[in-house]
């Protein structure tokens, strides 16, 4: 039996797994918002053409890993928790740890692929935010540390790519970033590598460009930025990807 065989015997989603996947990708592309309340079983039973058991053995994983909430009661149901895109964060969080533990993912791949969010959520949110965003954005440029602490440094970099994320509003975007944060926040960092400056550097550019509305400008800061990450991890990015 070769290779391909075995990968042609590789099981599929079960039906109710399946649900649980199509329901988290309705929440992360944002038509299942946080709060949104879920038809009734027999309603999802009947859209999917699938028993009322397969649904119940779908929202029971969904439940089980804070997706969703139930109630009971005359007002009470299948809700998107208010934390929905967190947990799915965590999750994708946690499978890129394992990924790597099992040496089948490195720490290059997460950042060639973030780093490419990045420019994404950089050009998105300038095109999106709206002035709550800006607020925000300015908001969280005050908190940024004077002491010279490259730890604090670092804590504010990633809160601000957090906060760009934010400002796309697109939650696909927000749920990966967070994800690999959580990785990045994980991994062994050698700090004498860094100063406060390397980790802060072009930031100001992105939040101005974000704030003006300049999608090219935004970009472009943020390439310089990650660019210069990467050279100090020892990836750097490739020159074609330099925004035009």
């Given at each position: 039996m070769?290779?391909?065989?075995?990968?042609?015997r590789?099981?599929?989603?079960?039906a109710p797994?399946q649900?649980?996947?199509l329901?988290k990708?309705?929440?992360l592309?944002?038509s299942?918002?946080p709060g949104?309340?879920?038809?009734?079983?027999?309603?999802i039973a009947?859209?999917f053409g699938?028993?009322?058991p397969?649904?119940?053995?779908?929202?029971?994983?969904?439940k089980?890993?804070?997706?969703?909430?139930?109630a009971?009661?005359?007002?009470g149901?299948?809700r998107?928790?208010?934390?929905?895109?967190?947990?799915?964060a965590r999750?994708m969080?946690?499978?890129?740890?394992?990924a790597?533990?099992?040496?089948?993912v490195?720490?290059?791949d997460?950042f060639?692929v973030?780093?490419?969010?990045d420019?994404?959520?950089?050009?998105?949110?300038?095109?999106?935010?709206?002035?709550?965003?800006v607020?925000a954005?300015?908001?969280?440029?005050g908190?940024?540390?004077?002491?010279?602490?490259?730890?604090?440094?670092l804590?504010?970099d990633l809160?601000?790519?957090r906060?760009i994320?934010e400002?796309?509003?697109?939650?696909?975007i927000v749920a990966?970033?967070s994800a690999?944060i959580v990785?990045?926040?994980?991994?062994d960092?050698d700090?004498d590598?860094?100063?406060?400056?390397s980790v802060?550097?072009?930031l100001?550019?992105?939040?101005?460009?974000?704030?003006a509305?300049?999608?090219?400008r935004?970009?472009e800061?943020?390439h310089r930025?990650?660019?210069?990450?990467?050279?100090?991890?020892g990836?750097?990015?490739?020159?074609?990807r330099?925004?035009r």
């Amino acid at each position: 039996m070769t290779d391909r065989d075995a990968r042609l015997r590789k099981k599929v989603q079960t039906a109710p797994q399946q649900i649980a996947s199509l329901i988290k990708e309705a929440i992360l592309e944002g038509s299942l918002p946080p709060g949104a309340q879920l038809p009734s079983e027999t309603e999802i039973a009947e859209n999917f053409g699938v028993s009322r058991p397969t649904i119940r053995e779908a929202l029971r994983t969904l439940k089980s890993t804070g997706v969703i909430t139930a109630a009971r009661g005359r007002h009470g149901g299948h809700r998107i928790s208010d934390g929905s895109t967190a947990s799915l964060a965590r999750g994708m969080g946690d499978y890129m740890t394992l990924a790597i533990g099992a040496n089948h993912v490195g720490y290059r791949d997460i950042f060639e692929v973030r780093s490419e969010l990045d420019l994404l959520a950089a050009s998105t949110a300038a095109q999106r935010r709206t002035e709550e965003d800006v607020d925000a954005l300015r908001e969280l440029a005050g908190t940024e540390s004077a002491s010279g602490s490259v730890e604090a440094a670092l804590r504010y970099d990633l809160a601000f790519h957090r906060k760009i994320a934010e400002c796309s509003h697109n939650q696909l975007i927000v749920a990966f970033m967070s994800a690999t944060i959580v990785v990045f926040q994980d991994c062994d960092v050698d700090l004498d590598m860094f100063s406060q400056d390397s980790v802060l550097a072009h930031l100001d550019d992105v939040r101005e460009a974000v704030i003006a509305g300049d999608s090219g400008r935004a970009r472009e800061a943020m390439h310089r930025h990650v660019g210069l990450s990467g050279a100090l991890c020892g990836v750097p990015l490739d020159p074609a990807r330099r925004p035009r």
